[in-house]
């Protein structure tokens, strides 16, 4: 996997296509480490623990300027005290998620890695045209803290339109297979 930075070209928004049982895991890691000293890693998750984010990063074996965990319709409760966490019962609370993202990227600066998964699970809560517009707000946040966020979609799950528009948000798409990912950068995404 490594090289998989050098290979997005600098994008700061990614999409992370993978089936849902796919393998997109090591990947995610992938995005969240190479090319990036003690970044300031944010977890934005619908589908799993905040405490299942950071076993994920504490098997990476690598260091972090901080540690945040938004939980959205999941456990955000963590016992460790350098951990930011943030818990939001609604998934469908997509403007309190914004608010949550924001407060924890104002205090940070660049170099920042984000995980936010998933585009998928988020689907099942709201409409495609909200999820589109906040997607749209949240890749410019990224873009403006420095980050390097990547989002996970299960391309199988969603009517093709729906990852095309998704598509058309972010700089890069990787996707994941039994293979090696394949990347696609935006002057080359149909």
């Not at 456990?75 to 943030?86: H, K």
């Not at 998620?97 to 924001?102: Q, Y």
Request: hydrophobic fraction near 40%; glycine fraction near 8%.
């Amino acid at each position: 996997m490594s090289g998989l930075a050098g290979r997005l070209d600098g994008a700061s928004n990614v999409l992370l296509a993978s089936p849902s049982m796919g393998g997109s895991r090591e990947v995610c890691s992938t995005l969240l480490t190479e090319g990036l000293d003690r970044p300031n890693v944010l977890f934005v998750s619908f589908t799993r623990s905040a405490s299942a984010c950071l076993s994920q990063w504490e098997d990476l074996d690598a260091e972090a300027e901080n540690l945040a965990v938004v939980a959205v319709g999941t456990d955000g409760s963590v016992d460790r005290a350098d951990v930011t966490t943030r818990t939001l019962s609604s998934p469908s609370d997509l403007t309190g998620l914004g608010v949550a993202i924001g407060g924890i990227l104002e205090d940070w600066e660049a170099p920042v890695a984000v995980c936010f998964d998933s585009l998928t699970a988020m689907l099942q809560y709201v409409e495609f045209e909200t999820a589109y517009e906040f997607c749209h707000a949240v890749t410019g946040q990224f873009h403006a803290a420095g980050a390097r966020a990547h989002f996970h979609v299960d391309p199988e799950a969603l009517d093709p339109r729906h990852v095309a528009g998704l598509t058309s948000l972010v700089d890069a798409r990787v996707d994941a297979g039994e293979d090696a990912p394949t990347v696609r950068t935006r002057d080359v995404i149909e």
